[in-house]
């Protein structure tokens, strides 16, 4: 051992060394680390056995030391190395070197080096070790590298005689000795890490860089020096790249043509229940040309797709590549400011899109650009010719424009070549197996470039493609069933949902084949128990499909250790393409070490639209000789081969990155954020703090005189950003720089543990509960310290952190609470109370059947009082729930009703003068109306008729089919609000139906009646004080109604909702205050007249939240109350929050307006309802009833107003309301501006008095 001064000596000498970063290793390194020689001879030249013998006849350590130090930089790109020596005594030389060295001052380096070691002095293993803070369990080597020179010996002497000791302070220890006057050289690896092809190669290479550094000129340098020989060269540039092979000449479309006119009847798309046959779409896609063509559409034009994943849109894509023209790509999730952005630069001629998306497609003022609603403009284009234009198309031609992240702040978009397309279906049936006879998926956004690889496939095969409801593509375990169910055989997954998937239970008797997975890269091995193939799809819009990896029989071929050591790999290049890992210089670079991954061939995209600079960067004159493409792309992947060819993604060579799927460029995130007030500086980093959980940071440096409001910067970049560009955290403090003034990336820390600056006192948690899902939420959130009254969302919470806490809170305490609840109660508190009340619900009301007075008389409860004497002591008027469906199976579906009456005493419920109410033990048939024999105008005015009809029904329920001419049916249900309230029609009812028609004999019946519900004292305790203040105002007014429908896309109720999240409301206290706020901007006198009538009351549903049998049942549990929102606070986030505590406990008898609100979803396992497209309400409590709810085609706004209000006015009203809930949620500002403010920037409500 040394003395201290030894000691410090060698610890200035280690100063600031960084962490070894070992040459990639096979094998991951264990603790205890273990070392066991494994030795492989290193090619000596004759210059270099004479330039490693000194000058007094001994071996010189400065060519070998710079030589091993210019292959540890090639190989890790490390540049500040440490490199031990053993010659008699152990030294630790320390070396920089970078690829502009020249080789002259690396070996003048390398003398310095060891000669500052030498006067530091020699120290020990274990004082190695511990200066650099290891020990014996350490699974880090503390040197790169290790010469060591052995004194001469005889022959036979082996060279790794001493090498297992000097294991222990590096991986790689290069063994020098003389044999009978010659210098020998042995590479010894540790054979714990490394298999012998890779040592036997390191000393190949070791032996190259010693023949280069001697007898040329010293100017060259480092990077220049030779890794590769003849033979390694031509096997990565030719042999791993021999993929030409032929493919049919035909562009994709005409291959999907081919199956129309060869299997006309086979189907092509499902979606919702429906097929559409490859006789359909092919005769669709050519009217829709045509159409498109008389509009203007010409070849090499560009036109706007606008729709969610649905059949129209693939016919609509059909259609345009018929017509010669592009297809540019449109996400109706975008926000408004980027689609606007899109249509102006790709300079769309004209827009496909669907009626429910025209509110949100910006278009010009002047309206010259056409827009074709496929839906509401069916009659015209499907009047077109159905022949096929053949617009001119070659592989050169634009088959897609997908717009990707740009680093300048604004999209860019990609052309996507005919041939590429081509060769990519060409490449993934052969690779995948799809045959006609297979069955696929769209799942990816119908924005992304992904649409090529997802999709077309299958319809290229003759294949069906099965389009799932988007709640099912959203969620793993409904997607997974939904997978098995339906039978599919061929699937496209995002990266992030595939490793979600398997971790799942699979059917050993799955349907399932193959998974492609492609987006992120892979970080996961998948499980060898899965019961299909997965297949990694390598590409980018750029290029397309690149490379495929079959993972399953790549990672069955791999011990467990080499699964551990290595990332999923890319694979190899795809027939007609060829990749190759190039370094800085453009050359290749060996098995293992890192670089750029260059790609050409016939996948190449041609380059970005309007932007000559990218296209410059990106997309390079091809350098390699042996290469016949002229152009060579650029992918910014770093990678390295595997010894067999096979690809490896490792990250990033700029800050591009991808999340959840989608490829980021962060400098688009940071131009947006350092555009914004009170932000001085900033930058954003993707990180993975939580593995498998990345997200975006934002940090940013303030302005210190007006600094910034995070949730204003949040409300900002929603505007001007799509979801996943979003940064999920924010960190708002000093930035550091670097020396030279930038931000130093490198050294920006985590979000810190630590409890934020917010509002709220912090308080401690004083129960057990609290202490628990206090606990869920620091590890959820990443915070230590979290008070019981923080909220959620205040303290960084997100959506995906929501379903992880509510899958802890499921796991640990074994209670099933719903995003719902979470916006309600979100703090450690509320949710504590909430887990009380669904204990206390569960355990506490446990309802018994009573079968023995099943059928006898019982009282009205409270909510159904305060109906019954607001109507006048009687039970109508029926509320009407209206669809139609193209096809109806009648029989089925009636026997689907009577099974569903069957299991729910509520619609055989009859409520007596005297006020009782009674279960009758059958319920009256559903009526079957035959309009066929009548035109479409008569029949739909019979429907019209029927409807005013039903709402006067004495009947507990009335089901009426009506059979319209063209084989549609539409179905009215009647039923009275006394009996079956909003929710349950929406929520329970409507869903069981569907379910019933689906798949009869599957849902139970209730374990409780409404009855029993009635009887007990839950009921009573659920609905005190519910009729307290309901007044007898007489008969509900008698005459006609008008009912007024306005709808809003799904994608603006998902702005709405995440919006509402951010504010800590739900959406539907949302959809209340914004009636709210319009009615109180609104002179109601020409609605109410003389009356002075409460502007608004909330149908508000009384049942048990949580209550596992009362959730179950049809009933009438709902109770109008009065809401008023003026004292709840100047924004709106604020009033949306307060809209549960202001509702008043006393119900006027009556109101100018009621809302009812139905967004949630049915419960697992029930099938999707139909859209229901008419409801009228009774217009018990209200002049004007509203009912809004959500289905998976729109929100749907349900107006139902008198005959004698004005209607002009009716539907002014309702427009108004329509544009206030699309601007809250396309605009973070109305959320958080005084009321005044946001009143001055959108013009006045009609009726609003001036």
Known sequence: MHDSQDTTAWQQHLAGAPLVKPIPTDRLPRAPRLVEPLVCAVPLSEAAQRELIGADGTLAADLPMAALAALLLRYTGETDLIIGQVDEELTVPRLPVHGDTRIGDLRATAVRAIKDAAVV?????????????????????????????????????????????????????????????????????????????????????????????????????????????????????????????EVDPRPVHELIAGFARSTPDAPAVVHEGATTTFAELESGANRMANHLVSLGTTPGSNVGVFMERCPESLLTQLAIWKAGATAVLLDPEYPTERLAFMLQDSAAVAVVSKQHLAAVLPLDEGGARPVVLVDRHATTWQSAPDTDPAGPIDDESISHVAYTSGSTGVPKA???????????????????????????????????????????????????????????????????????????????????????????????????????????????????????????????????????????????????????????????????????????????????????????????????????DANTEKFLDNPLADDPYPVLYRSGDVARYWPDGVIEIVGRIDDETKVRGYRVHLGEVESVLAAQPGVRQCAVLAREDTPGYRRLVAYIEPDPVAPPQVRVLRGELARRLPPYMLPAAYVVDQLPTTANGKIDRAVLAPPPRTRPDLETPYQEPTTALEHRVGELLSEVLGIDEIGVLDEFFDLGGDSLRAMRLLSGLQQELDVSLTMADLFRAPTVHGIAQVIEAARHGAESHALVHDAANRYQPFPLTGAQRQLWRVRGNRPGPAEVYEWRRDWLDVDRFTAAWTEVVARHDSLRTVVRASGEQVALREGPPPEVVDLGVLSEPEALARVAEARADLRDTAEPHVLRLNLLPDGSVVVQLAVSPLTVDLDSAHRVLLPELATAYEEPGTVEAPAITFRDYAQSSLAKWAEADADGGAERSGPCPSGGVRAHLVELPVSVFDGLRGRAETAAATPADAIVAALHDVLAETDLGWLTGDQELTPLAVLAGLRVAGHPQVAALVGGFAGSRPVELADGGPTFAERARAVPDRLADRVPARCAVQIGVAVDGPPPGRAQADPVTAVVACGAFAVVDVRVVLDD???????????????????????????????????DAPWWEGVDAYNKSRPATPGRTP
């Open 121 to 245: 002095g020699a120290v020990d293993g274990a004082e190695l070790l511990r200066l650099c803070e290891t020990d014996g369990a350490a699974t880090q080597a503390p040197c790169h590298g290790l010469i060591a020179i052995r004194p001469g010996d005889k022959p036979g002497h082996h060279a790794d005689r001493h090498t297992e000791s000097e294991l222990h302070y590096a991986d790689i220890v290069v063994v020098l000795q003389l044999v009978r006057g010659r210098p020998r050289a042995a590479l010894v690896g540790n054979a714990a890490l490394y298999e012998r092809g890779t040592v036997n190669r390191l000393a190949k290479h070791l032996g190259g860089m010693l023949e280069a550094m001697v007898g040329v000129a010293d100017d060259r340098t480092v990077s220049v020096l030779p890794l590769l020989d003849s033979a390694e060269r031509g096997q990565i540039l030719l042999g791993w790249n021999d993929t030409e092979e």
């Open 414 to 612: 990609v052309l996507l070549r005919h041939g590429p397309l081509r060769n990519t279906v060409h490449v993934l049936i052969r690779e995948c197996e799809i045959t006609a006879g297979s069955r696929g998926t769209w799942l990816c956004s119908p924005g992304f470039g992904l649409v090529e690889v997802d999709c077309f496939p299958v319809l290229a095969a003759g294949a069906v493609v099965h389009i799932p409801d988007p709640t099912v593509a959203a969620s793993p375990e409904q997607q997974r069933d939904w997978l098995v169910d339906t039978g599919i055989t061929h699937t496209l997954q995002l990266t992030a949902m595939a490793e979600r998937l398997w971790t799942l239970p699979w059917p050993a008797e799955c349907a399932l084949r193959s998974m492609r997975i492609a987006g992120e890269r892979v970080r996961a091995w998948p499980p060898p128990e899965l019961p299909y193939t997965v297949l990694n799809v390598y590409g980018s819009a750029e290029a397309n499909v690149v490379t495929t990896c079959d993972l399953t029989t790549t990672a069955a071929a791999l011990t467990g250790d080499e699964r551990a050591a290595r990332m999923p790999p890319i694979g190899r290049p795809v027939a007609n393409v060829r990749t190759y890992v190039l370094d800085e210089r453009r050359e290749p670079v060996p098995p293992g070490v890192l670089g750029e991954l260059y790609i050409s061939g016939e996948s190449l995209s041609r380059g970005y639209l309007n932007r000559p």
């Open 1193 to 1227: 085609d729109a929100l749907r706004a349900h107006w139902t107003a008198p005959e004698t209000a004005d209607p002009t006015r009716v539907a002014a009203l309702a427009t108004a309301y329509r544009d206030r809930l699309t601007h809250l949620a396309t605009d």
